[in-house]
T-cell receptor
Framework: AQSVTQLGSHVSVSEGALVLLRCNYSSSVPPYLFWYVQYPNQGLQLLLKYTSAATLVKGINGFEAEFKKSETSFHLTKPSAHMSDAAEYFCAVSDRGYNDMRFGAGTRLTVKP | NAGVTQTPKFQVLKTGQSMTLQCAQDMNHEYMSWYRQDPGMGLRLIHYSVGAGITDQGEVPNGYNVSRSTTEDFPLRLLSAAPSQTSVYFC???????????FGPGTRLTVL
């Protein structure tokens, strides 16, 4: 079965600094990959998804992620962090659709002024 | 357009009690799912439905029942609550395939 590992349960950056959140996956077939964001006391919101069309995927709020098959990675980046980016971020993988989606444990991003 | 709504927002139960978590969506989505979120474990799929009258088990279905009598509603039932079911529960809906899932605001459940 597919699975996701998010490296680092907490990441702290300064405002204006690069954001890098790491995600590695395992899957026996070409996967679909997702990044979600969860703000305090809210549900999850889709940031971006990879569905094999292009390896560099651009999402909302200036985030992007690159699918690297050789490294089985799908890291999330943003060139310049903003205070409003403070949230928890989840990487997810699916082989067959939403009925088999597997989420990582999450990475909490803190942005320091 | 309310999206996905969940009630209640908070609930405290005693071991052995039963309750139903409500979920409704107004986007005419065929796919609906229930997840639980536990610290350090991300979200895990409990049950899902691909349309009215069709439900199936996810990754962690034990202790939970669901039904889908209408497209809009997808309630989650706990027949005999256990402390291990203390969690935050999220309902989600989508138009299917790999299209975006829309999540509700969650229900925080504590079982004493």
């Amino acid at each position: 079965a597919q699975s996701v590992t998010q490296l680092g349960s907490h990441v702290s950056v300064s405002e204006g600094a690069l954001v890098l959140l790491r995600c590695n996956y395992s899957s026996s077939v070409p996967p679909y990959l997702f990044w979600y964001v969860q703000y305090p006391n809210q549900g999850l919101q889709l940031l971006l998804k990879y569905t094999s069309a292009a390896t560099l995927v651009k999402g909302i709020n200036g985030f992007e992620a690159e699918f690297k098959k050789s490294e089985t990675s799908f890291h999330l980046t943003k060139p310049s962090a903003h205070m409003s980016d403070a949230a928890e971020y989840f990487c997810a993988v699916s082989d067959r659709g939403y009925n088999d989606m597997r989420f990582g444990a999450g990475t909490r991003l803190t942005v320091k002024p | 357009n309310a999206g996905v709504t969940q009630t209640p927002k908070f609930q405290v139960l005693k071991t052995g009690q039963s309750m139903t978590l409500q979920c409704a969506q107004d986007m005419n989505h065929e796919y609906m799912s229930w997840y639980r979120q536990d610290p350090g474990m991300g979200l895990r799929l409990i049950h899902y439905s691909v349309g009215a009258g069709i439900t199936d088990q996810g990754e962690v279905p034990n202790g939970y029942n669901v039904s889908r009598s209408t497209t809009e509603d997808f309630p989650l039932r706990l027949l005999s609550a256990a402390p291990s079911q203390t969690s935050v529960y999220f309902c989600a809906s989508s138009s299917g395939g790999y299209n975006e899932q829309f999540f509700g605001p969650g229900t925080r459940l504590t079982v004493l």
